[in-house]
């Protein structure tokens, strides 16, 4: 049974920073493409950032380029994305996410190429 569940989300004043942790059932996981989206009213869910768990390969957008981090640990079959120098601009829902292989982290962070779903964690950044 395919399980995504996120943990970490919260408040912060602009400036400040999360980090939030994705859990993946074993056989998602492994040798994978995961990644984190996110969504705040009346908008489309956006990619933030992707990573290969085979090598730890990763792809980022330019909203997010230079102040996120996504990491992986393959002991704990956990994603987990480190937000630093937050923006009201940030606020919104965050997804994680995981593909049917690794190769969908070849390509652009669109919802449409990820399978399977967390149901997500609310970070509000207050200015």
């Known amino acids: 049974q395919v399980q995504l569940v996120e943990s970490g989300g919260g408040s912060v004043q602009a400036g400040g920073s999360l980090t939030l942790s994705c859990v993946a059932s074993?056989?998602?996981?492994?040798?994978?493409?995961m990644a984190w989206f996110r969504q705040s009213p009346g908008k489309e869910r956006e990619g933030v950032a992707s990573?290969?768990?085979?090598?730890?390969?990763?792809t980022y957008s330019d909203a997010v380029k230079g102040r996120f981090i996504i990491y992986r640990d393959n002991v704990k079959n956990t994603v987990s994305l480190q937000m630093n120098s937050l923006t009201p601009e940030d606020t919104g829902m965050y997804f994680c996410?995981?593909?049917?292989?690794?190769?969908?982290?070849?390509?652009?962070?669109?919802?449409?190429?990820?399978?399977?779903w967390g149901l997500g964690t609310q970070v509000t950044v207050s200015s």
């Open positions: 996410a995981a593909a049917d292989h690794g190769l969908i982290c070849l390509g652009a962070i669109v919802p449409a190429t990820y399978r399977y």
């Open positions: 074993a056989s998602t996981y492994s040798d994978n493409c």
């Open positions: 990573i290969y768990t085979g090598t730890g390969a990763t």
